[in-house]
């Protein structure tokens, strides 16, 4: 099933990647990575769903790990975690970087200068690989959550975002926008839980495997919007 977040992945890959060779993607990030709570986590997971749709060409990994922070002395620091070196030791063509959800915990949060300095100094630990990858930052996806002590949608918005979009500008990195792509109003058939997007195994709610059409009008503006920063769309169909 071809849900949006899968989408969002398989539209963007740098324009400089011209290659015969198999080309190796470490998805890189927390729960929504790995695929927790996902019934057949192995097969419906957004990693394992890029594969199925990449075809031959891409050999797509997950390196997810549930709670992860980019923070080093967060509570789970992703560089702590086994799939910190195993994405290493995959010798990955391009990293798709996603945390700063989990950073936003209080136990977890010093500031947006503090955050940002860890995830930069994580996107340098890849892009100085022997692989020399392409890094793709991804923006945290808005969060919908309404009760206190935990993951704070006021620092998703008002501070993580900012300092994910700062850093992709100064350090030259990709970077995907998952923010607004879903408006501003909570949909429950998106997010369960009101913070983590999960894709679904399917049901009626997507249109006998397309998504909406309110769903495929946004991902056509997120697009256009990538084409703008020189990203490049590989022909998906349905798209």
């Known amino acids: ?26 998805c890189v990030g927390n729960s929504i990575t790995y ?24 050999r797509v990994e997950n390196f997810g790990h549930n709670g ?53 100094r994580l996107a340098d630990t890849y892009r100085n690989l022997p692989s020399h990858p392409q890094v793709i930052v991804l923006t945290p996806v808005r969060c919908f959550l309404t009760e206190e002590g935990t993951i704070s949608p006021q620092k998703i918005a008002g501070e993580v975002r900012p300092a994910v979009e700062k850093l992709a500008c100064e350090r030259g990195l990709g970077i995907i926008n998952l923010f607004n792509l879903f408006g501003d109003r909570w949909d429950a058939t998106l997010m369960p839980d009101r913070c983590i997007l999960r894709p679904s195994c399917g049901d009626d709610r997507t249109q006998g495997g397309r998504l909406p059409a309110r769903r495929e009008k946004g ?15 590989p022909r998906i169909p349905g798209i």
Do not use: H
């Open 35 to 58: 695929g927790a709570g996902i019934a057949g986590r192995e097969n419906n997971s957004y990693p394992a769903q890029l594969q199925q749709l990449l075809g031959g060409g891409y």
């Open 219 to 233: 991902t056509e503006a997120f697009v256009r919007a990538g084409r703008g920063y020189g990203f490049l769309f």
């Open 1 to 26: 099933m071809r849900q949006i977040l899968i989408f969002c992945f398989l539209l963007v890959f740098p324009a400089v990647i011209r290659a015969e060779k198999t080309l190796k993607v470490a």
């Open 68 to 120: 992860a922070t980019a923070a080093s002395w967060g509570d789970y620091p992703y560089t702590d975690m086994p799939e910190f070196e195993r994405s290493k030791e995959f010798a990955p063509d391009i990293v798709l970087l996603k945390l700063g959800t989990n950073d936003t915990r209080p136990q977890n949060w010093r500031g947006a200068e503090p955050f940002a300095a860890e995830l930069g």
